[in-house]
């Protein structure tokens, strides 16, 4: 067997994991510095390869980052869209655990930081941004507010807006995450908030909400 023989399948296996190399050099770059500061030959220079062979697979920065978030939060959201669909768990316990696993995989990951980026840079990148809504914001609130109606028809949530609920419960985890990739490293200890603390608390909140016996309390008053 000659050399060249011998070193192909090393070299195709190389070959074939360049495309996932560039997307998590591009994440991390995307999340350092944001979309309009980050460069295409940055992102080849830190993934290994020349500015042209990224160019074999991405003809631009945008699809770039649409790669990106079509390989890391698209299948995220496709996985709690079907947990919550074939979930035995009461309607209370869903909800929960929903808003658990979003925190855990997103909002307290590296991927936190695209949703910073996009508040940060919609403006400049509208394209960009309405990408990211149609892709990632309105499919997660769909399966929020799918959690909610369900509860509502079993009879374990009280009758609220699913569409204005979902928005208000999702917008503090949301800001949370802004917040822990932009403002949380200038913050002095003691005013932080930790994550865990938080999450649990605005759960308990949200629960609290949705008692069905809370409407009836509310309307009395």
């Known amino acids: 067997m000659s050399t060249s023989t011998a070193r192909s399948p090393r070299w195709e296996r190389r070959k074939e994991s360049r495309p996932a190399e560039l997307l998590a050099a591009a994440l991390e770059l995307f999340v350092e510095r944001g979309y309009a500061a980050t460069r295409l030959e940055e992102v080849a220079a830190r993934a290994g ?125 949301a800001l949370k995450a802004i917040w822990t990739h932009s403002m949380d490293a200038l913050s002095p200890p003691e005013l932080r908030v930790a994550p865990e603390r938080l999450l649990r608390t605005h759960i308990d909140f949200v629960l609290a909400a949705l008692r069905p016996d809370a409407a009836a309390t509310g309307a009395r008053r």
């Open 49 to 173: 390869v020349s500015k042209g062979t990224l160019y074999l697979y991405f003809g631009s920065k945008e699809d770039l980052f649409k790669a990106v978030v079509r390989d890391t939060i698209v299948p995220l959201i496709d996985k709690l869209r079907r947990g919550a669909e074939q979930s035995p768990l009461a309607s209370a316990e869903l909800l929960r655990v929903f808003l658990a696993d979003w925190w855990e995989h997103f909002g307290a990951s590296r991927l936190g930081g695209l949703a910073k980026l996009i508040v940060a840079e919609a403006g400049n990148f509208p394209e960009v941004a309405r990408f990211f809504h149609d892709e990632v914001i309105a499919p997660h609130s769909e399966v929020l507010v799918s959690i909610i109606e369900r509860g509502i028809e079993r009879g374990e949530f009280a009758p609220v807006d699913p569409r204005v609920a979902a928005h208000l419960w999702i917008a503090p985890l």
